[in-house]
């Protein structure tokens, strides 16, 4: 019998398979909830500690039908589909295997036709990404003190939370630049 890793109760396992489209053994069996911007289907499992952490859907497909999964391996696609999560079209490598697959598939970035060039619309920057600690009108008012000339940058630095090297950079323009 196939070991179950922790945090797969019966609910939790028939939550996860209510969520694939299966067909036929041979076709994809695709991911129905939610998936990242790439494509790979995502699932929450409650960890010990209470909280969920979201894993890789043909990762848990994978390791509800062969049992556990060493950490250091990848799971891949047969089938180069990144919602599949069907068992048959899935099988284990090392990093190294995984992108030797996406390049002999043709899959890697190159250059002005990867993504942040080719859909620049999809970039989070400024106050729209989630790790930011700064807000567009934070950044107008910083650079409208900083050029008045009664504020140093360390000031700057101290009064808004960041360090001295991020104000050099957003009073400069490198940072923040699509902020006037």
Not at 135 to 162: A, C, F, H, P, S
């Amino acid at each position: 019998m196939k070991s179950v890793p922790h945090g797969f109760t019966p609910a939790t396992i028939k939550r996860f398979w209510s969520h694939v489209q299966k067909s036929n053994p041979d076709n994809c069996w695709l991911w129905s909830a939610y998936r990242d911007k790439i494509g790979y289907g995502r699932f929450a499992i409650k960890q010990e500690c209470g909280k969920y952490k979201s894993i890789l859907a043909h990762r848990i497909s994978f390791t509800l039908t062969s049992g556990t999964l060493p950490e250091n391996l990848c799971v891949l696609h047969k089938c180069d589909n990144p919602p599949c999560v069907n068992p048959n079209h899935l099988f284990l490598g090392t990093l190294q295997d995984n992108i030797d697959d996406m390049v002999a598939k043709g899959r890697q970035s190159k250059g002005l036709s990867s993504g942040s060039y080719t859909k620049p619309e999809s970039r989070t920057y400024g106050e729209r990404n989630g790790c930011s600690k700064l807000t567009n009108e934070q950044i107008t008012e910083m650079r409208e003190r900083y050029i008045k000339g009664n504020v140093t940058q360390k000031l700057l630095g101290t009064e808004y939370g960041v360090d001295q090297s991020l104000i050099s950079y957003i009073v400069n323009w490198k940072r923040w630049p699509h902020i006037p």
